[in-house]
DNA sequence: GGACACATGTAATCGGTTACATGATTAC
DNA sequence: GTAATCATGTAACCGATTACATGTGTCC
């Protein structure tokens, strides 16, 4: 998902300024979707603004810089909603946890603890942000994937709860030198 | 994980050709952590010799060119275990599907049932591959992981399973209440 | 006769991040 | 006083992808 996209996505929720998009991509909702920083997301809603997909005003305030408050167009709104039917790519999931639990044996098993502690915390920090969003608003689309987050964050954190310390035990046999306790 | 530590992850597996890391990085093992190009793995291969991370030997072959079988150093091994002890970043799932489901009321049943058609399909394609995989060496982690990730997909599958139709209705519901977006 | 697997590599390009530059306000 | 929040934007850089360039063997 490009910035672009980001952007867009995030407008048909209301309008907002480049400061309020990069908060909400990388703490609010559409964290699950992408990051952003300011460094692309200027220039994208430049764009944006140059090709009519949004349109800016400027709202003054005292001390602070102007803050530019952009809407989206119809035809932003078509570009953002056409770009979700045509064939969507793959759901992937980058794991630098599992990519440390491969390698158990040749890390011994306080880093395989520590990596399975800071896995668990993270998906508990999700949990928590997860559950705090309220949904008033009819587009319930957004309460559905909230609910399937929650769930599935559950079932793997009750999976680690469960199997971790036979990740810890791989980590361990070979730990003693003793390549391989059978199973 | 940038495609240097991809490089070494896979060659502490055992020797390979640019060619073949390739492929492990997009259909094999590895295809879970990331996937990589020629455009990338090549160079990155040449700089990891100039480092003195890997080694190369030439094999001459009938016809097709020369094949370069990199084998990690004992520098290389180090590095990479060492980049696994320092602080993991966090795990991060993207997904394509999602954002459509988000906007389920704006989408339409038609285009939602296609998109929990074709996220279970790829679910079903990943659990085909996982459990094809046989793990005959001493380096457990690397079941383990693969139990895990078996063990997801069928969870996510079966939620899909149950709580799909409720993402259709919500699509339904909306078509009935308000008119799409041109389309 | 055409598609595909094998096999290596470079050049152009792109999408993004990091660091920089600026500056007032508020809370601790 | 100092850190954080609000607020915008640019320039340098970087990591990676895409397309290009080349060529054989094999299967259908």
Chains 1, 2 share one sequence.
């Not at 809603?45 to 997909?53: C, I, N, P, T, V």
């Not at 932003?76 to 980058?94: I, N």
């Not at 705090?132 to 769930?151: K, L, V």
Request: charged share 30%; hydrophobic share 35%.
């Amino acid at each position: 998902m490009s910035v672009r996209s980001l952007c867009l996505a995030i407008l048909t929720f209301g309008d907002a300024t480049g400061y309020e998009i990069r908060k909400e991509s990388t703490e609010g909702r559409f964290s699950y979707f992408d990051d952003a920083s300011y460094g692309s997301i200027y220039p994208a809603l430049a764009r944006l603004e140059a090709d009519g997909k949004v349109t800016v005003r400027e709202e003054q305030q005292h001390g602070k810089p102007a803050r530019k408050v952009y809407s989206i167009t119809e035809a932003g709104r078509d570009e953002f909603l056409a770009s979700l039917c045509e064939p969507q790519a793959p759901d992937t999931f980058k794991s630098p946890f599992l990519l440390i639990a491969m390698y158990a044996s040749d890390l011994g098993p306080d880093v395989i603890r520590r990596a399975l502690d800071r896995r668990k915390q993270q998906i508990l920090a999700e949990l928590g942000k997860m559950q705090e969003f309220g949904y008033d608003d009819p587009r319930t689309g957004e309460r559905w994937i909230n609910e399937y987050g929650i769930a599935c964050m559950k079932l793997t954190l009750a999976y680690l709860e469960e199997h971790g310390d036979d990740l810890i035990n791989i980590a361990k046999g070979a730990d003693k030198a003793a390549p391989v306790a059978a199973e």
